[in-house]
């Protein structure tokens, strides 16, 4: 009964001491407050009846409930009987320990045989499998194999040609159309030189297949020539299915430049914007689209087309027979004339 007399008072006093620390805490945020509010006042010069009551109301809330706490907590005879009795409480079951001991001593020697029997078989079964596994080791590359060896060997000497060359290995992961391509890094090229059929274009659909079958999902190497980007932010590059050897080889640019490529099987047409270095071998190789070659006009029907008014843009190629021709859509200047003021150049194959 006494016990538990004590014990209760003693959770009583655990209470009091949580609601002295509140009650502390909260006198110690209005003394803060009061100090913040005295600070307004001043600087707005009001009343400073408030702030200072404040202050001075925290203050001695906190200094008495202070001094409370340190009162409760002082060391009394009681309190150490209280320690005293929460320790010794615990040591109830001490007479038993002998008993663990001896239970644990008993079964220690027959544990520690089976862990000297269990390391034997450990030792022994991968003392047999080691010498087996153990005996290929013994075949060491020579020095012809490390030569050869595709991922030791070579791949420096790519890098080393790549750089001199001024090449950018890359992957095609979308052929959007003939003359345009997505690489593995997200960023669209513009193949240089060349234009290709647009969609619902004739030709379209076979170019753009021809690429795709050739090179979609294909290591290609890439080359810049003049502006770096177009208008529409897009890489103007030279693709090259194989590496070559020498950048400015014709025989090369023919058989592995896929800009060549096109422009020799009538899949694009010449497309010149800056001046690229290859612009005369492109002329000289390129044919007429295969999909717009025609039987060539009669003399008759020429000279009656003489004075025929066309247009014409002044890099383009061709001359238009109407204004609101697809192939102007994007065009900023156009001219316009008879057939024998647009020169040399030839006539549209869509508007006409």
Known sequence: MIHWVRKNIKEGFRIMDLLLAFLVFISFLIFIAGIIVLIVCL?????????????IGGFMTFFIGVIIIAVIHEPTDENVLVAIEDIETPLAP?????????????????????????EEYLVEEPEEDSEE???????????????TDPESGPEPEIEEEINELDL?????????????????????????AIDTPERDEPGFEESTTFVRNLIEGQTVWLEADGNDTDRFGRLRR?????MPTDTTDEEQIR???????????GYAEVA????????????????????????PPSESST??????????????????????????????????????????????????
């Open 43 to 55: 600087v707005r010069k009001r009343g400073k009846k408030l702030p200072l009551g404040l202050m």
């Open 94 to 118: 001490t007479p038993y320990e002998p008993e663990q001991e001896i239970d644990v001593f008993e079964f220690e020697e027959p544990e520690e045989e089976a862990v000297e029997e269990s």
């Open 133 to 147: 596994e153990d005996a290929p080791e013994e075949y060491e590359p020579t020095e012809d194999i490390a030569e």
């Open 168 to 192: 950018t290995e890359a992957v095609v992961t979308r052929v959007i159309d003939g003359d345009t391509i997505e690489i593995f890094t997200g960023e669209r090229v513009r193949f240089i």
């Open 238 to 242: 030279y693709i090259w299915i194989e």
């Open 255 to 265: 058989g592995k430049m896929l800009n060549a490529i096109l422009l020799e099987r």
């Open 272 to 295: 010149i914007f800056g001046t690229p270095r290859n612009e005369s071998l492109f002329r000289r190789i390129a044919i007429p689209l295969v999909f717009e070659q025609a039987e």
């Open 303 to 352: 000279e009656e087309n003489v004075e025929q008014i066309v247009f014409w843009t002044p890099n383009g190629e061709r001359w238009h027979s109407t204004e609101n021709c697809r192939s102007l859509a994007r065009s900023r200047t156009i001219n316009n004339g008879t057939i024998s003021q647009a020169g040399t150049r030839t006539p549209c194959a869509i508007c006409n």
